[in-house]
């Protein structure tokens, strides 16, 4: 016999159900549940308040915080190299360049233009991490207000920031960088403008990167 898939199996509707918990006459017309409800919101009412009263109150973020990405200034030029690695890092590709050459800047390269759509970006922090300059990081500042979509986009004059008020974010990449790979990352930085291989004083062609390690484990011995 074919079985009748029209009649429901457990619901509040069907009589013969016995799934179905049975309520209590308290329960049928919610009223313990609605003052339950109101003696909870009560309580809160007393608790210790961490509503920040913004804007009068700003909120300083720790250097953790990722905020808009900033190009770091580092005595009067950008630390950039127009590698184009953030931009192929950005997931929403909010990041678009263009390169150029100075023979004399020591970095030789740097970008003619650099720019930003801040409507596109996600503050994921993906440039920062493949940055092998340090110079663009994520700041502290999350207060960006635009009338128009031509406003959101960042040029270099709006990008570019001292590295003297980055200094708590370059602090902390440091600390997390070398949490993950060592004293080895620790650069000087004086030679932070130049290249990974310029900027290690004992980095040695002829070696690989473990037999460096190696190297340097010993030397510290």
């Known amino acids: 016999m074919s079985e009748n898939l029209e009649i429901p199996r457990a619901n509040s509707i069907y009589k013969k159900s016995t799934e179905e918990r049975k309520l209590s006459f308290l329960e049928r017309i919610y009223l313990p549940e609605i003052f339950r409800g109101l003696w909870f919101t009560l ?13 009068e109150t700003r909120f300083d973020p720790p250097p953790i915080f990722r905020g808009r990405p900033v190009l770091v200034e580092d005595n009067g030029q950008e630390r950039c190299v127009a590698c184009g690695l ?8 909010a990041i678009s360049m263009q390169a150029s050459e100075n ?22 922090g993906y440039c920062e991490e493949v940055c092998p300059e340090e110079a663009i990081v994520m700041s502290k500042d999350y207060d960006l207000v635009f009338s128009e979509r031509e406003e959101a986009v960042y040029d270099k004059t709006k990008l570019l920031v001292r590295k003297e008020e980055l200094k708590e974010r370059l602090d902390y ?3 997390y960088k070398n949490r993950q790979f060592g004293s080895f990352w620790n650069f000087d930085e004086e030679n932070n403008i130049h290249s990974v291989r310029n900027r290690d004083k004992r980095w040695e062609t ?12 010993k030397e510290a011995k």
Request: hydrophobic content about 35%; charged content about 25%; glycine content about 0%.
């Open 43 to 55: 309580k809160q009412m007393f608790q210790p308040k961490f509503t920040m009263q913004y804007p």
């Open 206 to 217: 002829s070696l690989s990167l473990v037999e460096m390690i190696e190297q340097q484990r």
């Open 173 to 175: 990449l440091r600390e």
């Open 103 to 124: 023979s004399d800047d020591p970095k030789e390269r740097y970008p003619t233009f650099f720019e930003i759509n801040m409507l596109r970006c996600i503050y994921c």
């Open 86 to 93: 953030c931009a192929r890092a950005c997931p929403p590709l």
